[in-house]
Every structure is written in structure tokens, then in C-alpha cells.
């Protein structure tokens, strides 16, 4: 079946910091994977998707490439902000599949 | 104007009590899912509905009861409740299309006591 792993945080950063947060898949055919980002006490929200190989979701200063040799999307900010802890979710959604397979996501704190 | 709205946002409760979390969605989409999310971040489709008939119906237990009245609307009714349902509900619709965007409620923090 579909499944996504993503790194284990928690991350602590400073501000302006370089952020990157692994995510590899697991799927049959050519999914679509997306980033949602969550708040403190708020929901989900989509960040970026990219829905074939080589795409670039970009977001907000975040970007992430869907490769499909490596079977990764990893996100990435070159310089983060206060603004920008969340908790932070690999998704992808199969061919056939009309669900979304969330990875475990990742909490970032960013201190100033 | 909220896309995906749910309530109650927040829901405190006695065990064995029987609840109901409300979902509407003013997207136009034709497929809406519940999603649980426990304490650990971790997130699990529930169920999901397509116009109105049940398309994913993952291993719950059988307390928890979807019931969709139009394409707008997904209510989640939970029976019994127990300790372990403590969680927060969310509530998503999507277009019927792998690959597109499933927009998500702002969820519904349930806390049985």
C-alpha cells in the first residue's frame, strides 16, 4: 500500500536558519504529494504539491521537488521565522486513491 | 467565508455519552472525509464519502457512525464514547480526482472524561 515517511522531529532552530525536512514515499504508479502545515491549535493547510516527477510545489518561501528516482519530497526554507513553527505533514494521494496517506509530521520550533 | 467549517470546536464529555461533530462545505466538491488526529500528531482517514454513498471505511469501530444528508454536508455521530476517542476530529472535501487538493476544516478538539 501507499505509505510516506518523514523525519522525526522535533527540529529547534534559530532565526534565518536553513530548514529541511525529509520525506520519502512509498506507491504504485505516479502519486501526487503534497506538504500541509498545521499551527498551534489551528488545522491543516496545504503548503505546496507538486503532482508529477520533477515538479516544484513552491509556498510561502518553502519548496519542495517531487523526485521520482529517489521517491522523496523533501522541504526546504532558506531562511526561517518565529512564524513559521508548525507542525509540518508529507501527504501523498495515489492514482487510484482518493485519500490522502499522511506521514507522522514534524514538529519545528523556530526561536528568535 | 469559511470552506470547511465544523463544530463544535471544542467538546467536553462523560464517558458512555453519545456525541455528534457537524461538517459543511461551501466548495462545490462532491467527495468529504473525516480524519483523526491523535495525540501523537498522527493522522488517519475515518471515512470518506463521495455524493453521498460511503467510497472508505477504514477499521473503526463500529460506535462511530458517518451520515452525509447531501454533497455539502458529513456528520460524524460517535456512540458510547470512550477514553481512547479522545482526539481531535477533522473534517476535508476534495473534487473527485486523485491528486487534487483536500481542503481541510479547522477540527474539532474532543475530550472525553
Known amino acids: 500500500g501507499n505509505s510516506v515517511t518523514q523525519m522525526e522531529g522535533p527540529v529547534t532552530l534559530s532565526e534565518e536558519a536553513f530548514l529541511t525536512i525529509n520525506c520519502t514515499y512509498t506507491?504504485?504508479?505516479?502519486?501526487?504529494l503534497f506538504w500541509y502545515v498545521q499551527y498551534p491549535g489551528e488545522g491543516l493547510q496545504l503548503l505546496l504539491k507538486?503532482?508529477?516527477?520533477?515538479d516544484k510545489g513552491s509556498n510561502k518561501g518553502f519548496e519542495a521537488t517531487y523526485r521520482k528516482e529517489t521517491t522523496s519530497f523533501h522541504l526546504e526554507k532558506g531562511s526561517v521565522q518565529v512564524s513559521d513553527s508548525a507542525v509540518y505533514f508529507c501527504?501523498?494521494?495515489?492514482?487510484?486513491?482518493?485519500?490522502?496517506?499522511f506521514g507522522a509530521g514534524t514538529t519545528v520550533t523556530v526561536r528568535a | 467565508d469559511t470552506a470547511v467549517s465544523q463544530t463544535p470546536k471544542y467538546l467536553v464529555t462523560q464517558m458512555g455519552n453519545d456525541k455528534s461533530i457537524k461538517c459543511e462545505q461551501n466548495?462545490?466538491?462532491?467527495?468529504m472525509y473525516w480524519y483523526k488526529q491523535d495525540s501523537k500528531k498522527f493522522l488517519k482517514i475515518m471515512f470518506s464519502?463521495?455524493?453521498?454513498?460511503?467510497?472508505i471505511n477504514e477499521t473503526v469501530p463500529n460506535r462511530f457512525s458517518p451520515k452525509s444528508p447531501d454533497k455539502a454536508h458529513l456528520n460524524l455521530h460517535i456512540n458510547s464514547l470512550e477514553l481512547g476517542d479522545s482526539a481531535v476530529y477533522f473534517c476535508?472535501?476534495?473534487?473527485?480526482?486523485?491528486?487534487?487538493?483536500?481542503?481541510f476544516g479547522e477540527g474539532s478538539w474532543l475530550t472525553v472524561v
Open positions: 476535508a472535501s476534495s473534487r473527485t480526482s486523485s491528486g487534487n487538493t483536500i481542503y
Open positions: 506507491a504504485t504508479g505516479y502519486p501526487s
Open positions: 507538486a503532482t508529477k516527477a520533477d
Open positions: 501527504a501523498l494521494s495515489g492514482p487510484n486513491d482518493y485519500k490522502l496517506s
Open positions: 466548495l462545490g466538491h462532491d467527495t
Open positions: 464519502y463521495n455524493n453521498k454513498e460511503l467510497i
